[in-house]
C-alpha cells in the first residue's frame, strides 16, 4: 500500500502537462528507502525517494528538479565545474517552478527555494552550503567535490551573468514584456486571465485577446529553452540566443513570403510594433501625423506610442520610464489623430463617411508639410477591415512618397498572401503570434516593404528605442546601431511557442481551414442568437478579393452583448445590455469555478473554466459610464489544427466537442446572470485550474479532457480505473515500485 499510494500519487503529478513532456525521455523508478527526495543516476534514470511521500505540490517540486537534472545533463560528465553550474541550474528551475506552484504563504520543502528564486543570486559565503544539500542528489557522482576558493569566485562571477536566464519555461516566458505577463499569486494567470502553462481543462475561445498554451506551443517554447539552458552551462548563451533571434525571423519570412529575415522587426508585443512604426516612418526626417484607425479597437497602449511616448511604466527590457513621457530621440511635434468607426450610439459609420474622413484628414495633413502615417486595421477588435482599400490605394498614388501606411494585421485573421499584396503595395504590415495563432501573449513583428528597409541604411533610430529593442531583432543596417545589444529571452521563446502553433495550422489545406471555420461560427452564431440573455453583435465580414480556397473572408471574431441581470428596460423596451464595468466582472468570473455559489445540479457548469475574448467598449446611452462591453468568442488556430489533448478524436468528433464547449460558455453566462448577486458579493477571482487545491476535483477535471473539457467523470467510474487510465496515458515512462 505503501509503494501504491506513492505510485498514484506520482501518475497524477506526471498527468500534468508541463512536467510529462520531460519526463519521456526519462525512466522513473521508486524507492521509499533512498532518504533524500531523489538520485539522478546515468542515463536519465530518477529514483524518487521518501520525502516524495506526501502533497502533490511537494511530489511536483521534487519531480521538476530531477527532471531538469536528467535532462541537462545525463550525468555522463564529472566535471567539476559542470557539476557546479547543472546542480545550482537545476535547484534555481525547480524553485521557480515551486514559486508558481505553491501559495506565497505556504512552507518551501527545501530550505534554499526563496534564495534560488529571488532575482538577485546568492552571496559568495552560501554558495558553499547550498551546494553541501544539492550534492547528495546525484549519486555517487557528487561524492567527493571540493571546490578552492578561486573556483568559488569564478562559478559566483557565472552565476551573475546567467542568473536572469535560469528557470522554467513559464516563468521564463513571462519575462521581456511588461507588468501584464506577471503572474498573479492569487489566480496563477496573468492580466490576460491565460497562463504560459497550458489548462487543457479550460474551454478558451480568447484568440482575440490572448490564449493560454496549448501542449503544444508549450512543447515549442520548452525545446527551445532547453537548448539554452544548456548553451548556458557551456558559457555560450549570447550564440544560442542569437541564433534563435535569427531562426525565428527567417521562420516569419517563410511564412509570409518575404525576401529574407532582414525584412523582419521583432518586437515583444503590437504596442512595441507602433513604436517602431513611428521610429522608421519618421527616418526621412519630416514632422509626422499619425492618423489611427479605430484606436479604442487596437492595443490600450497604441495611442501613446503613436505619439512617441512611454506607454507603460516599464519597457520590454526592464528600463524603468514615466509612462506618457516622451521616449528619447523622438519628434515632440508629432500629431495623432483618430478615425473612429463607431458613432456616440455604437452603431458603425457609413463606409463611405469613414473613406471621406479619412482623406480629408490625409490631405490637410499634407498640405501643411507633414508626412502621414496611417494605421489600416485588418482586423480590429471586433473584426473590421477599414479603411476602405481601394481608396486608400488612391491616395497613395496620388501622393507618392508622403503618405506611410502600415496594416494592423495583429490578429493575424489573414493568409499569406494578403501580406504579400499589402507589401507589394509598399505597406509595413504588424502581425503577432498570440492572436489567431494562439500564441502566448507579447510577441510582435513588423514586417517590412523594401522601400521600408532601404531607409534603415542612412540615419539612426531614436536612441530611447534601446530600452524597447536589441539589435538582434531587427535588420543589421547602420540605422540600428543605436539599440541596445543584448537579447530578450521571453520575446524568443514566445515566438518558439508561437512558431508550433503555426506550423500545425500550415500542415491544414486552406480549404479544410475554410470549412472548418465556416460549420463552427455559422453554429455559434445560431447559439447566440438563440440565447435570451445576449444579443448578437452582427460585423461586416472583411471586404477581400477572392483567393481559391480562402478562409480569411469569414467573420472569426464574434461579438455579443450580455443583458444586464437586472432585466430593466430602456424606453424602447428592449433590456439594457451589461455596462463595461460589470462586463469586464462577467468576463473574470467566466474564468472562475463558481461551484461553491450555485445549487448543486449547476455545479458542473459553474465550475468550467471559461476563457473568450476580453470586453470591448462599445457608446450606448442608456448603459452607466455610456459604455456597454462587447464580449468575443473567437475561432483561432488550434480550432483548425487541434491540439495535444484531442488526441485519439477524429476530426467530426472534435469539432462536435469544441461546439458543445462553446455553447457551454454561452449557457456559463446565463447562469451568472441567474445568481448574480450572490457571485457579486462573493466576487471570486479566476483560477488556472478548478480548485486546483483539492485532489478530487483537480482529478475531475483531468479525466474530462478525454471526452469533453465540459463534462465531469461518471459516477460509476472507480479510483483504481482511474489510475489505471493514467498509467496507460504515460505508458512512455517506465515506473517501478520497491
Known sequence: MFARNLTETLLHVLDRPELRLLAMDCKISLDPRVIHPFRVQVGRQIVLGSPC???????????????????????????????????????????????????????????????????????????????AALCPLFGQIGEGAVY????????????AQAWSLIGPV??????????????????????????????????????????????????????????????????KAPLALQALALDVRSFLAGWFGLPGKDHVVLASSGTDVALAVLALSALPGQPVSVVLTAPEETGSGVPLASHGQHFAQETALGTSVCKGALVEGFREDTRCVALPLRDTEGHLRPEAEVTADCQKEIRDQLAQGRRVLLHVLDLSKTGLLAPDLTALEALCDQYPGQLDVVVDACQA???????????????????????????????????????????????????????????CEWPESPACQTLASGFNHGLLLRWKAAQAEMAALSAIPPAVIAERLQSFLTAVTRGIEANPDLEFLPQPSPQRNVLPDDWDRQQTILSFLVRAPEKTSGETGAAIPLDLARCRK????????????????QKALAGLLCHIGQPVPIPHVQAAGGLVGALRLSAGARLVSGEPSHEGLDVKTRMARELQDSLRV??????????????????PLPSYAPCWEQEDRADEARWSTPVSKAQAPKDNVTGEQKADALRRSISALALGGS
Open 53 to 131: 511521500l506526501g502533497e502533490q505540490r511537494v511530489v511536483a517540486f521534487h519531480l521538476r528538479h530531477a527532471l531538469e537534472l536528467a535532462v541537462l545533463s545525463g550525468l555522463q560528465e564529472s566535471d567539476p565545474v559542470h557539476l557546479l553550474r547543472l546542480s545550482f541550474s537545476a535547484a534555481r528551475t525547480a524553485a521557480r517552478f515551486w514559486m508558481l506552484d505553491a501559495p506565497s504563504d505556504l512552507p518551501a520543502p527545501e530550505a534554499w527555494v526563496r534564495t534560488l528564486a529571488s532575482r538577485q543570486p546568492p552571496a559568495r559565503d552560501a554558495l558553499p552550503h547550498i551546494f
Open 148 to 159: 578552492t576558493s578561486a573556483q568559488w569566485e569564478e562559478f559566483q562571477a557565472w552565476l
Open 170 to 235: 513559464e516563468a521564463l516566458m513571462a519575462e521581456g514584456g511588461d507588468a501584464r505577463l506577471a503572474v498573479d499569486v492569487r489566480t496563477g494567470l496573468n492580466h490576460y486571465g491565460c497562463s504560459h502553462r497550458p489548462r487543457p481543462w479550460a474551454v478558451t475561445f480568447a484568440s482575440s485577446t490572448a490564449s493560454s498554451l496549448s501542449e503544444r506551443g508549450f512543447t515549442g517554447g520548452e525545446m527551445a529553452r532547453v537548448h539554452l539552458a544548456r548553451a548556458v552551462l557551456a558559457n
Open 413 to 471: 485573421r489573414l493568409m499569406p498572401e494578403r501580406v504579400q499584396a499589402y507589401l507589394a503595395r509598399g505597406w509595413a504590415v504588424m502581425v503577432t503570434g498570440s492572436k489567431f495563432f494562439t500564441g502566448p501573449p507579447f510577441c510582435g513583428a513588423l514586417l517590412l516593404p523594401d522601400c521600408w528597409k532601404a531607409r534603415l541604411d542612412h540615419g539612426a533610430l531614436p536612441a530611447g528605442l534601446a530600452a524597447y529593442a536589441n539589435q
Open 586 to 601: 462577467l468576463y473574470q468570473w467566466l474564468n472562475a469555478d463558481l461551484s461553491p455559489y450555485v445549487p448543486q445540479q
Open 666 to 683: 454561452l449557457e456559463k453566462i446565463s447562469l451568472i446572470l441567474k445568481y448574480w448577486e450572490v457571485i457579486a458579493q462573493a466576487d
